[in-house]
C-alpha cells in the first residue's frame, strides 16, 4: 500500500506543481494579486507531497519492501539500515526523486526568506522553478517511477552496488545534488527578470546569497565524492576526470564565475547580460550533467543499465528548459545596456578575466567529456580521452586565475594603478616564492613542477595577508584598535579571504602530493617487514572477518614511525549477493600525511603483495574545499542581505 | 549587428543538442566495428611485465584468442576486472591484454593488486595500436579466430551475461 501511496502523491505533485507554473505567471503579466498569491502555498502543499512520496519510498527500504523493483534491485534483507537509506538514491530512479525533493526545498526556502521580494518577482521566481519541477516529475512519472511493482517478488533484493556501501556515500549525493539544484534558484532569478525587465543591482543582491549557498552544497558535495573516491575505490586517486566527475565539476566552474560576475553586478551594475548567462548556463550544466549521468551516452563507473527513452525524455527536456532560456535571452537582453564603463586596469577587468577563464575551462572539460562524443557523430572514427588531456588544458588555466586571486581582490573598481598595485603585492610575490622553495626543500627536493604549485599556494596566502594587513594592521596604533578593525570587516570580504585561503589549502595539498608522494609494492610474508619514509610496516598475517552482509580478509600491518606503533586493518571484502571483490584500504589520516596499505592480491607461497603509499598533505585538499565552502557561508550571511530585506520590506509597507 | 551576438548561445545550443541526439542512437556498447570479418591489424608490442619480450599478430595465429583492452586509468576497467578474472578462472581461451596509453609501472601495480587474468598484456605506450584497432573507449574486448580474423568487439566493461551469452558460444563454435 505504502508504495502505491507514494506513486499517487507524486501524480498530485505533478498536478499542484503544473498550476504553480502556470497561474503565478500569468497573474504576474495581468497584475492579478490573487493570482500571483497562489505561488506561495502551492510551493508548500508541493513541498509536502513529495516530501511524503520521498518517506514512502524510506519506507519501502527500510520495510524490505522487495515487491517494489527499486528496492529489490538496490536492496537487500542482510544490508544494514544507514544504507538501506543511502539505497533511497543508489539508484537511477530514487536519485531523480532526491532530486525533486531538493528542489521542493529550494523552492519553500526561497517562499520563506524572499518574503521582502516584491510581489511579482517572487511569484515569477517560483513559476519558474515549478516548471523546472513539472518536467522532472513528468521525467520521473514516465519513464522512472520508484515505486513500480515487481511481480513475483524475489525472496531477497540484489543488494546495493558495494561500492556505495559506504558513509561517503550516505552523504555525498544530497550534497551534490543541493548544490546542482540550487543553481535553479539563480536561474529562476534570471529567468524572472528577464520576463519583469529588471535586471540590475537589486537582482544581483538578491540573487547573491543563494547562488553563494547553492555553489557551497556543490563544494562539499564534489569533496565528500572525491575523498569517497579516495579511500573507497582503493587506487589512491582522488580525482579520475571521470565523466560523471566532469559532470558535477562543470556547474561548479560555472557557479563560481557567476559568484563573481555578480559582485561586479552588484556594485557596478555592469556585466548584467553576463552575468544574467552566467546563471543561466550554470544551471543548464545542472541538467547537462543529469542528462550525461543518467542518459548511458558516456560509459563510466557511475552509469547505471538505462533505457532510450530516458535519454531522449532529458534531452527534449533540456532542449526546451536551456532553449527556451536562451531565446528570451536573445530577446531582453539587447535592451539591458551596458553598466558603468571600466579601465583596463580595474577591478572589474581581474574579475572579466576570472569569469572568461572559468568559462574556458568550463568549456575544455565538456570538450573532452563529449570528444569521443562528436568524433562518433560525426563518422570520424573513435577515440578516447583520458587524463593526460584534462591535465595538460586544465591545469594552464587555472595559473593565471590564482594570479588573479591575488590581484583581484586589492585592485580599486572602475580604474586601478597598476605601479600601486606592483608596489603592494611585490612582497607578497617575493615571499611567495620563498616560501615555496622552503617548502620544496623541506620536502626533501626542489623540484619544477611542485615549486609552482607551491608558488601558487603561498601567493594566495601571501596576497591575503597583504590585504589584511593593509585594512587592519597597517593605520593601528594598539592591538584594541586591530580588534575593533577586524571586526568591522564585512563578512563578504571575510568569507572571500577565507574561500581563497580555501584554494590555497587545495593548491598546497595538490602539489604535495602530486609531487612528494611515495608508494610500493612489496610482497609480504607473514613476519616480514619494509620500510618508507621512516615508518617501518610488519605483516602479521591475515585473518577472516563476517560483515553483515559480506565476508572479508582482513589484514593486519603493524605501522611505526620510531616511537610509538598503531596496527592498520587492509581489508578485501566479497559481498555475498553481488560477489563482487572489494579492496578496502587502511588509512591513517594526518595533517602532514596519510598512510595508505591496502592488499593486494595472493600470491601461490601464501605471501600477500601489499601497496603502501606515504601521502603528505592530501586532506589539504578536502580542507580546502570545505574552507571555500565555509568562506561562502560566511559571506552569504552578510549583514547587508537581511538589512537590504528589512529596509525594502518597510519601505513597500510605507508606501 | 550587435543583437546578433546575443543569439550565440542558442546557436550552440542547437549544435549540441544535435551531437547529443545523434550520440543518443549511438549505442556506446554497441558500435559495429569495421573490423569485424576482417583480418586482425597488425602490432608488434613489447609485453607489459618484460620490454625485452615482443609479441606479433603472427605469434597468435592458429588459435582463437581474446584481446581485452584496459588501462591502470581507466575506471570502469576496474568494474570489468572481477568478470575477467572469474572468466579466465574457467576458460581455455587464451586471454591478452592491451595496456592502453599507460605507464609501465602503473599498468603492472595495476595487475599486481588486483589480479592478472592475461596470459600477457602488451604495453602500447602512444596508443598506436590501439588506434589500428579502432580502439574507442576502454574497456574494450576483441575475439579473433585462428586465422587472424576478427569475429567480435565489445565496448565498455564486459558483463557475464555478456560472456555468457556471447563470448563463450562464439568462442565454442570458432573452435568446433
Known sequence: MIPEIGHFLLWIALGVSLLLATVPLIGAGRQRTEWMAYARPSVFALFGLVSVAFLCLVASFVRHDFSVLYVASNSNSALPVEYRIAGVWGGHEGSLLLWVEMLCLWMVAVAMFSKHLPQQVLARILAVMGMISVGFLLFMLITSNPFDRLFPVPVDGRDLNPLLQDPGMVTHPPMLYMGYVGFSVAFAFAIAALIGGNLDATWARWTRPWTTVAWLFLTIGIALGSSWAYYELGWGGWWFWDPVENASLMPWLLGTALIHSLAVTEKRNSFKSWTVLLAILAFSFSLLGTFLVRSGVLSSVHAFATDPRRGLFILGFLTVVIGSSFALYAWRAPTVGLGARFALISKETALLANNVLFLVAAAAVLLGTLYPLFLDALGMGKISVGPPYFDAIFLPLMVPVVFLMGVGPVAKWKQAALPDITVRLRWAALAAVLAAMLAGIAAGELHLGATCGLVMAFWIVASIAEDLWTRVGSKSSSVNDVVSRARQLPRAWVGMMVAHAGVAAFCFGVAMVRNYEVEKDVQMAVGDSTSLKGYTFIFKGTRELQGPNYSALQGVVDVSDGSTTQVMHPEKRIYRVQQNPMTEAAIDAGVTRDLYVSLGEQLDSGAWIIRIYVKPFINWIWFGCMLMAAGGLIAATDRRYRRAGKNERSGMEAT | ?176
Open chain 2, 1 to 176: 549587428m550587435s543583437k546578433i551576438r546575443f543569439l550565440l548561445p542558442l546557436v550552440l545550443l542547437a549544435c549540441l543538442v544535435w551531437f547529443l541526439g545523434a550520440g543518443l542512437k549511438l549505442d556506446p556498447k554497441e558500435v559495429p566495428s569495421p573490423l569485424i570479418g576482417r583480418p586482425a591489424p597488425d602490432f608488434q608490442l613489447t609485453q607489459l611485465d618484460n620490454a625485452q619480450t615482443v609479441v606479433s599478430r603472427a605469434d597468435m595465429v592458429g588459435q582463437v584468442w581474446i584481446l581485452n583492452v584496459w588501462a591502470s586509468w581507466c575506471a570502469a576497467c576496474r568494474e570489468e576486472h572481477p568478470v575477467l578474472l572469474r572468466f579466465a578462472a574457467r576458460t581455455p581461451v587464451v586471454i591478452m591484454g592491451l595496456d592502453y596509453k599507460d605507464e609501465r609501472a602503473a599498468g603492472q601495480r595495476w595487475l599486481r593488486n588486483f589480479g592478472n587474468p592475461y596470459r600477457a598484456s602488451l604495453f602500447d605506450e602512444d596508443g598506436r595500436v590501439g588506434i589500428d584497432w579502432g580502439v574507442y573507449g576502454v574497456p574494450e574486448t576483441f575475439v579473433i579466430d585462428k586465422e587472424g580474423i576478427v569475429r567480435f568487439k565489445h565496448i565498455g566493461p564486459l558483463t557475464d551475461e555478456v560472456i555468457q551469452t556471447r563470448l563463450e558460444p562464439l568462442i565454442r563454435s570458432l573452435n568446433g
